[in-house]
Every structure is written in C-alpha cells, then in structure tokens.
C-alpha cells in the first residue's frame, strides 16, 4: 500500500506541475517579451543626469497592474528601485522583492533563481519634473512549478538528514534511562497495570515482553505531549517487536495496531497548540482540550477498530460473532474507558479550564506551559533513574549499554525519511496540494469545514512543521478565538502526522511491507478531522 501511496505522491506531484507550467506557458501568465507601463521617482534632482545609476520610487497604478497580469491588486505599487541608463532611451531595473509586493511578482523574483529580488530592461521618456515614464520588460520566467518542485526536493531531503541526526542524541538519552527502568523492572510494573487494555490491542506479544512496556512509554509520553520522549520509546518498541517477528520485512499485526494508536494522536494536553494561541493572545487559550481530546478519541476508536478488523479478516469470514464472544472482555473495557474518556473530558474539562482560565491572564498561561513542558522530561529522568538507583541496579552501566543503540537506529531510518519526505516535497512543491484542495472543498462543505480549514487538514498527515506553518497563519489572520482559530488548533492536537510516523517507525526495523498500517492510520486521520469539525461547529458556531 505504501509503495502504490509513494509513487502516486511523486507522479501527481510531477504531472500538476507539468500542468500548470504548461497553461501558465500558453496563457503567458507572467507577460514575458511583453512592457509593463510604469512612473519612477528619482531621489533629487537629476534632471541633467542621462547615464549612470539613478535610485528612487517605482509606482505603478492598481488597476493598471491588475489589468496587466488579471489578477486582483487593490493598493496602488510602490516599491524602492534603482534604474541602470543605458543612453537616453534605454536602460535596466532592479528592486528588491518585500511583503508590501504583489504575489506574481515573488513568485516571478524565486522563478528567476533570486527571490529577493526582481530585475528587468525598460525604455523610458523624461518627464519634465525629473521623473521617468517607464515600459518595463521583466526577465522573462517560466516552469516556475517545476522549479519549485526541483528546490523543494532538496530542500527537504536535506531537512530528513537533519532530523535523523537530531535524533541521535535523544533516542541515546531515552534508551539509556529505558534500560535502567527495564532492569528496575519499573517497565513491567507499568505493563501489570494496564494489562487488559493491553491483551486485547496487542493478543501476539507476551504480557512480559520488553515491548509492551516500550510501547506503554510511547503512549503514555504521547498522551502527556512529550514528544521528544515519545519518538525514541516508539522506535524502541518497534524493535522489541521485531522480535517476534518471522518476516522480519513484514508488519505483524502488533506493529500495525501500534502505528494505528499512534496516528489516533492522542493527547491529553495539546501543548504546542495552546502555546500557539496564547502567544496569539487567545483569551482562553486551553480551550481546544476538550475538543482535541474529542477529535483524538474518535481518530483513536475508528483506528483501532479499523486494525481490529484487518487484524481479524479471516476470523470475519469464519463467523463474526464467535469472534466478538473471544473478545468481549477486552472491547467492553478498551470501549469503555475511551467513552467515559470523550465524555468526561470532551465536555467536563473544556468548561473546568475555561472556567480556571478565564480569569488568568494569556501570558500567565503560557508561561506555566512553558514550565511544564521544562519540568516534564527532568523529572521523568529523575524519577526513572532513582528508582532503579533504589533497586541496585548499576544506572550508569546500564544508561550506556543503552545508550549505544540510539545511534545506529538514528542512522537507520535516514533512507526511509528520505524517502517519504522527497515524496511529500514533491506533491507539495508542484501544486497537487491545491489541486486536492480544489476537488475536495465540496465535500468538506457538507461537513461544516470552512475552506480556510482544509489545508491545515491535508497537510497534518503529511507534515508536522507545514501544519504548524498553516495553523499559525490561519490563527495570525482569523484570530485565536474565532471559528476558524479554534478548528485548525484543535486539528493540531487531535490528529498526528501519520506519514511521517510510519517512515521512522518502520525504517527504524527495515520493514518495507507495511501491511495494512497506512490505510488504518488515514482512516484514524480523517476520523479525527470529522470529529473536530463536529465538536468545534456544535460548541462555537
């Protein structure tokens, strides 16, 4: 499935840039060989001055740009340039490219190879007060998509390596204290504690297997939004389970619902979200908690049910409800606990802390945020590493035995990032983002997603760091507080990204048959974003 989903990312990537390189050629949408009309302004007097360099204001009229190029253009143009005269009737233009200029323009500035700035030849006439009455022919641009495509490749590749590298570090700490709380035996304590939910996600891995406390920890490390802790418990997990595997390029089924748990993206406390919008000035940032605890337990239901069904295909065909009797222990209490979850939280925590928060200030609130996110891994540190000092357990020898591992699988799942990562560049790069944007609006209109809130929604799976780009625009021009700011933070805390996870955690064991992973963690995604629309639009519209 991965294999059909990488290759179809790159070719749509590819082909919408074609496209739109090909109608934007034929259309001349950037007017190359042909003059835009213009006046400049030089800066003194230069009435006598026929050849050298002349620095002033360029201004162009708003409706006769936007005649120009047909597009929209409501303020008038004026920009700092600096005019080459050739002689007295030709010359050269070159300025710098800022906020304050139309799109077209950045887009024609990056297209050229330099995006800071925009340069073209002109003839011009002198006015008789100084100033110069300009027919300006930009260099002339084309296959701005494929170059975006070409840049954005590397880009990101470049972005992948840095990741894995960045990981070296953190999965060597984490590793290191999860073998000295393996040796403590604090991991199996943990693992007795939540054994039913645990058999019944996870029947193929003995009850005592170091992976089900490796997998407790990423969970448990993803619901507190630690998500340095959680990423090397994650990987750690997947090699204990690798273990048990006798196709060791295959996901068991194990594997599978363990990505499905982790795509579901629950948190109990959005953190990153809520720093987001109260550095925003939200008037009561935490209020998405509620709502992400929703959107993330319906991702998580659907998900885990999704890879239940999978999981048990062939016991479907055999007899459904012999299958339901095998496991109605287990599903009545997993069920069970995720309900009262969605009910005690999605509704009984958005009124407690918006209740408390109301009268805190925003930056009061961020700030105990921001000590808890510091405190959180410290302390967990401190407490994993004292209890095994309690139990004799030689710390420093075993924090290092550890440790050592963390390189190699750091190193491992270069390739994979690579991979998934170029894929996703690629599609983003070339303009099949818009275009799903463009299919897609219709439906997501009969759900009450507004059409500013279904970028942020195809992006989340795709990438973490664009996502949070998105929310923080849409949040910047709608405000925290509003409909939209709301939906997109509560996407951000209820949904994860769901590509990324699965090239790190399978590259990180080489499985390169990923099984049914992908579609489940997909249909968890768009549970997810389903379930905040509904949330969100019940509460706040």
């Known amino acids: 499935m991965l294999n059909y989903v990488w290759i179809a990312l790159i070719i749509l990537g590819i082909g919408v840039a074609l496209y739109f390189d090909v109608s934007d050629s034929t259309s001349n949408k950037y007017r190359n060989k042909e003059s835009l009309e213009a006046e400049f302004y030089p800066s003194g007097d230069i009435s006598s001055i026929q050849k050298g360099t002349v620095s002033g204001t360029l201004k162009i009229e708003a409706k006769s740009f936007a005649e120009f190029y047909g597009v929209e253009c409501k303020e008038n143009i004026d920009v700092a340039a600096k005019l080459s005269l050739a002689d007295n009737k030709l010359g050269s233009i070159y300025f710098l490219i800022n906020d304050a200029v139309p799109e077209i323009w950045k887009t024609m500035a990056k297209a050229s190879g330099e995006k800071n700035d925009l340069t073209g030849n002109f003839n011009f006439q002198q006015m008789e007060d100084g100033s110069f009455k300009l027919q300006i022919t930009f260099e002339e641009v084309g296959f701005v998509k494929m170059k975006n495509v070409t840049n954005g490749v590397l880009d990101i590749v470049n972005v992948a390596v840095q990741i894995a590298f960045g990981l070296i570090g953190i999965m060597a700490l984490w590793l290191g204290v999860m073998k000295v709380a393996e040796e403590a035996g604090l991991i199996r304590l943990i693992a007795r504690a939540v054994r039913p939910i645990t058999k019944f996600l996870f029947p193929g891995v003995p009850q005592e297997h170091p992976a089900m406390g490796s997998m407790i920890m990423n969970i448990s490390a993803n619901m507190l939004g630690l998500s340095n802790a959680a990423t090397p418990f994650g990987l750690k997990a997947m090699e204990d389970l690798n273990t048990l595997n006798p196709n060791k390029d295959t996901a068991t089924n194990a594997m599978c619902m363990f990505l499905a748990v982790n795509t579901a993206g629950l948190t109990l406390i959005p953190a990153t979200a809520i720093a987001i919008r109260a550095a925003s000035g ?84 961020k700030l105990v945020i921001g000590y808890i996110s510091v405190l959180a891994i410290p302390l967990l540190i401190f407490s994993f590493l004292t209890f095994g000092f309690v139990k004799k357990v030689k710390v420093y020898e075993k924090f290092v035995e550890g440790a050592k591992e963390g390189f190699n699988v750091a190193v491992r799942i270069i390739p994979y990032l690579v991979a998934m990562l170029a894929a996703i560049g690629i599609f983003r790069s070339g303009g099949a983002m818009d275009f799903l944007i463009y299919i897609l609006t219709p439906a997501t209109n009969l759900i009450g997603m507004p059409a500013e809130a279904l970028p942020m929604a195809l992006m989340r799976p795709l990438s973490g760091s664009g996502s949070l780009g998105i929310m923080t625009e849409i949040i910047k021009v709608h405000g925290p507080d509003s409909l939209l700011g709301i939906l997109v933070s509560t996407f951000f805390g209820s949904t994860e990204t769901t590509f990324y996870v699965l090239a790190v955690y399978f590259g990180a064991v080489n499985i390169q048959k990923t099984r049914y992973a992908l579609p489940v963690g997909l249909m968890a995604d768009v549970a997810g974003i389903i379930g905040a629309t509904f949330i969100v639009n019940l509460l706040f519209s």
């Open 282 to 365: 939200s008037s009561d940032p935490a209020i998405i908690i509620g709502t992400s605890i929703f959107g993330a337990s319906c991702a998580t239901l659907v998900g885990v049910t999704a890879a239940k069904i999978f999981e048990n295909i062939s016991s479907f065909n055999e007899g459904f409800s012999s299958w339901i009797r095998s496991h109605i222990k287990g599903l009545s209490i997993f069920f069970g606990i995720v309900l009262l979850a969605v009910m005690i939280f999605a509704t009984g925590l958005s009124v407690l802390f918006g209740s408390i928060l109301s009268f805190v200030n925003p930056e009061t609130f």
